[in-house]
């Protein structure tokens, strides 16, 4: 006799819209024991689960599921981080709904079982306790690799390089580990604990991290090869910000994304005055963009005290990069969005503080490269809208720094890294992988990029083969 399939998975427990949107603790409160088993329980172990295809790292989430109903914590932990050493913060920003979670099987006749969410229930448990095991670790092989950045691409290189065997370094400018985990996702998406968790853990391998150490200031990527590395992994984002540039964009109280979220985030200004960091706290506040940093910038705007927040965006919400969860939680918490709408000038006062904002109404056209329709300008559709605080979300490019100070490294004229398949920069001995060779793009992507780039380091280092 066959048993029925559950095809509607545990929702999320999560704070109410009207709590939330005035503190900043995380959202989503994460399932129960109870709710984890429940929803573990929907998994039917395809024997060819369609579920790794879709995940960039190659999770064992059959495994790692079936030792969770089967209460085998300690493998559940295993399972997941022979391939991940970041789950706590996977399950948590991972956009599972487009990768792991559309080649489930279940999606095909109802809902995908819920494979963030139990990855971060296993996360979870593994931080509340005092000790878990620790995936394997080969034996060492002499090599040295100099990992630049401790984003999602860097921390994912050097843990698996760590457990490969070789002597890792990691090399971080900001004075704290974590890359835009720690400086671009707020508190209440990602906590800083968690991150600080996986830190620890990449730490717990064996990889030695430097904070303040800016590489293509202090030291250059060929004195690293110089010094004693057999090998340099660049993971260090794309951190500069894109503009509009349009008439009064350099107006007080115009932020980019990227100054706004390092500022609440990384700087804690929403813990002023226990953190002393100055940000403008407005009442009349538009964010331009449409992807997660948007909303990012929107939901930490309202919870500094905003009357009124708009996301200002040229196309329509079908169109909109952001993850679905983060917009439903965006409209639940009040933000209100603007589609069809693009700024064309900001106005000020005589302070030279932004007072307005003159945006025209779009229509959509044909589809554009991306696949996205092109947004054209409405006729006779100009007006004013009076704001106090503007942030600009667009996306972001790679800082210049290593590039302009490594001619052998060439870079696209989007500014970003040139690599091969392999992750092979134009430079012998350098890999590079995550937003400075992909621009602005997803954690998991990234950590995609970092696991495949170690494994080729890895190979090239214990051959000592030619590098093209």
């Known amino acids: ?47 060819k689960p369609k579920c790794m295809e879709g995940c960039p790292v190659g999770v064992e989430i059959p495994n790692f599921i079936r030792a969770l109903r089967e209460k085998d914590m300690f493998e559940a932990v ?19 709904e487009v990768q792991c979670e559309s080649t489930c099987v279940l999606a095909k006749k109802g809902a995908p079982v819920a494979i963030g969410r139990l990855e971060r229930y296993v996360a979870d ?4 306790q005092e000790k878990c095991p620790r995936c394997e670790i080969l034996p060492p092989t002499g090599k040295k690799v100099a990992v630049v950045g401790s984003g999602p691409a860097g921390l994912t290189s050097a843990a698996d390089l760590a457990r490969m065997g070789h002597g890792v370094t990691i090399l971080e400018a900001l004075h704290e580990a974590g890359g835009v985990l720690v400086y671009g996702i707020p508190e209440f998406r990602l906590p800083k604990d968690i991150v600080k968790a996986e830190v620890d853990y990449v730490r717990s391998l064996g990889a030695d991290l430097k904070l303040d150490a800016v590489v293509g200031r202090q030291v250059g990527v060929k004195e690293l090869l110089e010094s004693g590395y057999d090998a340099v992994f660049l993971g ?8 509009l540039n349009v008439p009064g964009e350099n107006l007080g109280g115009i932020y980019s994304a990227n100054e ?7 700087m804690k200004a929403y813990r002023f005055p226990e953190y002393d960091t100055p940000i403008r706290r407005g009442k009349k506040v538009a964010v331009v963009g449409g992807g997660n940093v948007a909303m990012d910038a929107a939901r930490c705007a309202l919870r500094l005290g905003a009357d009124a927040v708009h996301v200002v965006y040229r196309r329509s919400r079908e169109e909109m990069p952001a993850r679905l969860e983060e917009v439903e939680n965006a409209m639940e918490e009040g933000i209100i969005f603007d589609f069809l709408t693009n700024p064309t000038r900001f106005e000020g006062d005589e302070r030279g503080m932004v007072r307005a904002m003159q945006v025209v109404e779009m229509e959509l056209g044909e589809p554009d490269a991306s696949g996205r329709r092109s ?27 290593i590039a302009s100070s490594t001619p052998e490294l060439k870079t696209t004229k989007w500014g970003t890294l040139v690599v091969d398949e392999r992750f ?20 998991i992507s990234a950590m995609g990029a970092g696991k495949a780039a170690a494994k080729d380091m890895d ?6 083969g030619t590098w093209n």
């Open 1 to 47: 006799m066959s048993t029925k399939i559950n095809l509607n998975r545990v929702e999320m427990p999560k704070q109410l819209p009207e709590e939330r949107k005035n503190n900043f603790q995380e959202v989503a409160l994460g399932y129960t024991e109870e709710q984890a088993e429940e929803e573990a329980n929907r998994c039917i172990q395809c024997k």
């Open 78 to 96: 295993l399972a997941l981080k022979r391939k991940n050493s970041l789950p706590g913060v996977c399950g948590r920003v991972c956009p599972q």
């Open 125 to 128: 448990w593994e931080k509340a």
């Open 236 to 243: 260090i984002g794309a951190g500069a910000p894109r503009f």
């Open 260 to 266: 706004y979220l390092t500022r609440v985030n990384l």
């Open 375 to 401: 947004p054209k300008v409405k006729k006779g559709s100009e007006h004013t809208v009076d704001v106090d605080t503007v942030i600009i979300a667009v996306g972001t490019i790679p800082n210049p720094l």
């Open 424 to 443: 092979r920069t134009t430079m012998e001995g350098v890999w590079a992988g995550g937003d400075i060779t992909s621009g602005g793009a997803t954690v």
């Open 459 to 464: 190979e090239w280092l214990r051959k000592d």
